[in-house]
Antibody
Framework: QVQLQESGPGLVKPSETLSLTCTVS????????WSWIRQPAGKGLEWIGR???????NFNPSLKSRVTMSVDTSKNQFSLRLRSVTAADTAMYYC?????????????WGQGALVTVSS | QSVLTQPPSVSAAPGQKVTISCSGS?????VSWYQHLPGTAPKLLIY???ERPSGIPDRFSGSRSGTSATLGITGLQTGDEADYYC???????????FGGGTKLTVL
């Protein structure tokens, strides 16, 4: 059974950088896409981006200028960095495994990490 | 604003059937459906337009016609009350996209 766990600060100051890491256990890490998805309170799911275990990435065009993703195959981890955050970036952040190249097939999800942007 | 359009809400009585539509920038890519209960991680219900993962009851079904997809739920139960999202890959954006979500109420 594949398990994903998000970790990182729950509070980030405006204009600073949000950093989250997802640790994957219980299954194969290599040769998969790994995604970040968020949900602001009271709103729908928003795809942030994904990284393949080779390091190639795709990002949501609306966030692309502020997002960086990285992967550490030795630790079965992938990470998200979102720069210059504002209150609009306050959300539950999920990591998930994406099984499709041309799809959005998220079969395993983390439980989510709540990140609040506030001074 | 989502590139996939879903009705904001649907409702039906226990035991009845409901359908949730998803239309927009689907193109030629597969559609997936997710059930999201408050306080939990979203759960994959349907993939490849109409396939169910292991463990998902056959009360849940998916279909696809052109640029629209539909999730069907039969034999509604109170435990089905949740938000439902469609998702796909938008080839023009090279990005994953979700519908705005549909809140299902079982009256």
């Amino acid at each position: 059974q594949v398990q994903l766990q998000e970790s990182g600060p729950g509070l980030v100051k405006p204009s600073e950088t949000l950093s989250l890491t997802c640790t994957v256990s219980g299954g194969s890490f290599s040769s998969h896409y790994w995604s970040w998805i968020r949900q602001p309170a009271g709103k729908g799911l928003e795809w942030i981006g994904r990284i393949y275990t080779s390091g190639s990435t795709n990002f949501n065009p609306s966030l692309k200028s502020r997002v960086t993703m990285s992967v550490d195959t030795s630790k079965n981890q992938f990470s998200l960095r979102l720069r210059s955050v504002t209150a609009a970036d306050t959300a539950m952040y999920y990591c998930a495994r994406d099984l499709q190249v041309w799809g959005a097939l998220f079969d395993y999800w983390g439980q989510g990490a709540l990140v609040t942007v506030s001074s | 604003q989502s590139v996939l359009t879903q009705p904001p809400s649907v409702s039906a009585a226990p035991g009845q059937k409901v359908t949730i539509s998803c239309s927009g920038s689907i193109g030629n890519n597969y559609v997936s459906w997710y059930q999201h209960l408050p306080g939990t991680a979203p759960k994959l219900l349907i993939y490849d337009n109409n396939e169910r993962p292991s463990g998902i009851p056959d009360r849940f079904s998916g279909s696809r016609s052109g640029t629209s997809a539909t999730l069907g739920i039969t034999g509604l139960q109170t435990g089905d009350e949740a938000d439902y999202y469609c998702g796909t890959w938008d080839s023009s954006l090279s990005a994953g996209v979700f519908g705005g979500g549909t809140k299902l109420t079982v009256l």
